[in-house]
């Protein structure tokens, strides 16, 4: 990987991706057009994400009962060898990037994180899966990190969301380019009676939201909710969400199978994205003269007898450029709504008080 100096460092592209064993052993029970499918999307987000060049791939990923579950439980774990031992069809050894994981280690301790790290863990399919279907072989070293996703009690979903925020300060920090993949899937129950019935409603209202771009939905399922929908696994995708932000993904797609809701989304994080334009936008500052205007017409009966008496000496007490004051002059509510983004209650309020003022001086005139 390129070590790229004059440009941005910190975490520049994010996946959220599923690690399911079935995608390697590959069962008669597996619809296999399906396992292709994901692969091929997961495929897709790797294409993209490894052209931004990292120099750092981070997979998050949670142990399965294989290391901590008895003895040592942490919440964060990385692993700081330069290399690990795989995993079922994934076995032999894998390179891990030996230059990250102390440095992480202290990196998060500043961000008010205690990460563990271990040199001895061997390295499960969860991380070893997305890592090669999104085209990562065993030699391109990865930075592994275990989040304690099963065994209770785990961390919150708040606190894996402020986790990918505190990991994304850490990397950009330590002046590393890096790639995130969060490696879990949406709903399932592995080893439960519940494993044939994944909460595929509950899965479908999560990624039209992710996919959406409305990556704070996340955090309104607490860990007693990821439990029972059986998205415990979800904490991974909260760390994404966290050094993501609300953006929306490059990459979607949704198979659920009759054991297992699969999910795929990825973002390009150094692709400008446009806010989305807003109802409401901010009073522009450059316009304070026509807001003033528009103001006193909405707010002073007094203002709008003026104008409707004599709108150029009305507006000759206001430095207006041309086409404000032509806009003015017209009283046109949705040009100086739209065009000049005049607070709506403004130009509505505005119309509202002309109308009235027109329908007094109205009322003079009968009765006189």
Not at 163 to 173: H, N, S, T, Y
Not at 244 to 254: I, L
Request: one cysteine or more; proline letters at 7%.
């Amino acid at each position: 990987m390129n070590h790229p100096s004059s440009r941005r460092s910190g975490i520049v592209g994010v996946a959220a991706v599923p690690h399911a064993p079935q995608f390697l052993s590959r069962p008669d029970t597996e619809d296999l057009a399906q396992v292709e499918r994901v692969r091929e999307v997961m495929a897709q987000a790797g294409e993209r994400l490894r052209a931004l060049e990292p120099d750092c791939i981070i997979v998050v990923s949670n142990d399965h009962g294989d290391h901590f579950v008895t003895h040592s439980v942490p919440p964060f774990c990385v692993h700081a060898a330069d290399v690990a031992d795989g995993m079922h069809k994934h076995r032999g050894p894998w390179r891990l990037d030996d230059s990250m994981g102390y440095a992480l280690v202290g990196a998060m301790e500043e961000e008010g994180f205690d990460l563990a790290f271990t040199l001895g863990a061997k390295l499960p399919t969860a991380f070893t899966i997305p890592y090669e279907f999104m085209g990562f072989d065993r030699e391109t070293p990865m930075t592994a990190i275990f989040m304690n996703a099963y065994v209770p009690p785990q961390p919150s979903p708040v606190r894996c969301h402020a986790f990918g925020q505190a990991l994304a300060r850490a990397v950009q920090r330590l002046g590393r380019r890096a790639v995130l993949i969060a490696s879990g899937g949406l709903s399932h129950y592995p080893g439960t009676a519940h494993y044939p019935r994944p909460d595929v409603d509950t899965d479908r209202v999560l990624f039209e939201q992710m996919s959406a771009g409305n990556l704070a939905h996340l955090l309104g399922y607490d860990s007693q909710t990821l439990d029972r929908t059986g998205n415990v696994e979800l904490r991974m995708t909260l760390a994404a969400a966290g050094a993501v932000g609300n953006r929306k993904p490059f990459v979607a797609a949704f198979e659920p199978s009759w054991h297992h809701t699969y999910s795929v989304h990825a973002w390009d994080l150094t692709e400008p994205q446009a806010a989305e334009p807003l109802i409401y936008p901010a009073l522009p500052a450059r316009r304070s003269q026509l807001v003033e205007a528009v103001f006193r017409l909405r707010t002073e009966a007094a203002a709008a007898e003026r104008f409707l008496d004599d709108p150029a000496a009305y507006c000759d007490g206001f430095a207006l450029a041309v086409d404000e004051r032509a806009a003015l002059l017209a009283m046109d509510a949705e040009r100086l709504r739209d065009e000049f983004s005049i607070h709506a209650l403004l130009t509505s309020g505005a119309a509202m008080q002309l109308r009235l003022a027109r329908e007094r001086q109205l009322s003079r005139v009968r009765s006189s």
